[in-house]
């Protein structure tokens, strides 16, 4: 039978048999996935993990300050990197979503690249894959076309010609947290809503910049903090917010207000690939628009997503 004492235990064996004396780099992400697998690589090598932390410009209001504070706190050994500015400037003008992820996923090669280029004798690159991501990407993308290659891999990143090592790639995410848990990381990161690597760069409709950023940080954080507060964190699978590219009419005392609008969105789900939208409380939806309306600068107008998926899809973009 399967435990996760016995799968840690296993786990950092091996992990120490196969990478020994090396160093391993990694990207860590602030998810569930890379935290653990971080923590379960530390536990078999110590401070032969080096850990990279992106600033990318795109995640939550203050998520870059307080994960690394948290892995800090793991005792991970990990390199912050504020590279907002690269990432605003890759996407400046880009509208389309799939150029959108192109721009965002080249500019993480490019910093986490050179930062991995700074360290001296990696051997390895951590990754938080995990059995589901496995299965994707052979049945979608084919074998090949995740970061794994370990032969004729010129003219690619020196740190994807690294060796790989995926101590979670048998895991399903209930496991992963199970792990997690016995590996004693904060529930703030295990009990983490899934966010996509993107992050706000595809819940801004149209293109970004960094005000928009600074605006969906703020509705996002009324939100996610208002249903923490109602104790409905925990039974939502994923929710956040959607910057809309268009503006509507409002009115505030005797001014006319041609302001942004946003829409909330709240699912349930197992694995993503299907979901129903929350039945959310009212009085909380019409809390949180209130909130939203009377704080965050620019938006007159709050919106709820009552689509599942399929036909729609969980993020917007
Ligand atoms: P969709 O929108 O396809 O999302 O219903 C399903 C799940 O995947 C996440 N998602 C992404 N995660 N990179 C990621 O790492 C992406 O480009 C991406 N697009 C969607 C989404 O947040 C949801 O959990």
């Known amino acids: 039978?399967?435990?996760?004492?016995?799968?840690?235990?296993?786990?950092?064996?091996?992990?120490?048999?196969?990478?020994?004396?090396?160093?391993v780099v990694m990207g860590l992400s602030g998810g569930v996935d890379s935290s653990v697998a971080a923590t379960l690589i530390h536990r078999a090598i110590g401070e032969n993990l080096i850990c990279v932390f992106v600033d990318n410009g795109l995640l939550r209001k203050n998520e870059f300050e307080e994960v690394l504070d948290s892995y800090k706190h793991m005792g991970l050994n990990v390199i912050g990197v504020d590279a907002k500015q690269k990432f605003y400037d890759a996407l400046a003008g880009v509208t389309d979503p799939e150029a959108k992820r192109k721009a965002i996923g080249n500019a993480f090669i490019e910093v986490f690249d050179e930062e991995?280029?700074?360290?001296?004798?990696?051997?390895?690159?951590?990754?938080?894959?995990?059995?589901?991501?496995?299965?994707?990407?052979?049945?979608?993308?084919?074998?090949?076309?995740?970061?794994?290659?370990?032969?004729?891999?010129?003219?690619?990143?020196?740190?994807?010609?690294?060796?790989?090592?995926?101590?979670?790639?048998?895991?399903?995410?209930?496991?992963?947290?199970?792990v997690g848990r016995a590996l004693e990381i904060v529930e703030k990161i295990i009990g983490r809503h899934p966010f996509p690597g993107p992050g706000l760069g595809i819940r801004i409709l149209g293109d970004v910049t960094a005000e928009k950023v600074k605006t969906l940080q703020e509705v996002d954080y009324i939100f996610?903090?208002?249903?923490?507060?109602?104790?409905?964190?925990?039974?939502?699978?994923?929710?956040?917010?959607?910057?809309?590219?268009?503006?509507?009419?409002?009115?505030?005392?005797d001014e006319r207000t041609y302001e942004k609008v946003v829409a909330l969105r709240?699912?349930?789900?197992?694995?993503?690939?299907?979901?129903?939208?929350?039945?959310?409380?009212?009085?909380?939806?019409?809390?949180?628009?209130?909130?939203?309306?009377?704080?965050?600068?620019?938006?007159?107008?709050?919106?709820?997503?009552?689509?599942?998926?399929?036909?729609?899809?969980?993020e917007w973009e």
């Open 1 to 23: 039978d399967w435990t996760s004492d016995v799968f840690i235990d296993a786990s950092i064996a091996d992990l120490k048999a196969k990478i020994g004396s090396d160093k």
């Open 116 to 178: 991995s280029n700074k360290l001296e004798g990696v051997k390895w690159l951590g990754q938080g894959t995990i059995y589901p991501d496995v299965i994707e990407s052979i049945s979608v993308k084919g074998p090949s076309a995740t970061i794994k290659s370990h032969h004729n891999v010129g003219g690619l990143p020196d740190f994807m010609k690294l060796s790989v090592v995926e101590p979670l790639n048998t895991l399903f995410k209930d496991e992963v947290r199970e």
């Open 224 to 253: 996610i903090k208002g249903l923490k507060d109602s104790g409905l964190y925990d039974q939502v699978w994923q929710a956040g917010a959607m910057l809309l590219p268009i503006q509507s009419v409002g009115v505030m005392g």
């Open 266 to 314: 709240a699912v349930g789900s197992v694995d993503g690939m299907t979901a129903d939208w929350i039945h959310l409380p009212y009085e909380f939806l019409g809390k949180i628009s209130n909130e939203i309306i009377n704080k965050v600068k620019g938006v007159n107008r709050v919106v709820y997503d009552i689509s599942s998926k399929p036909p729609a899809t969980i």
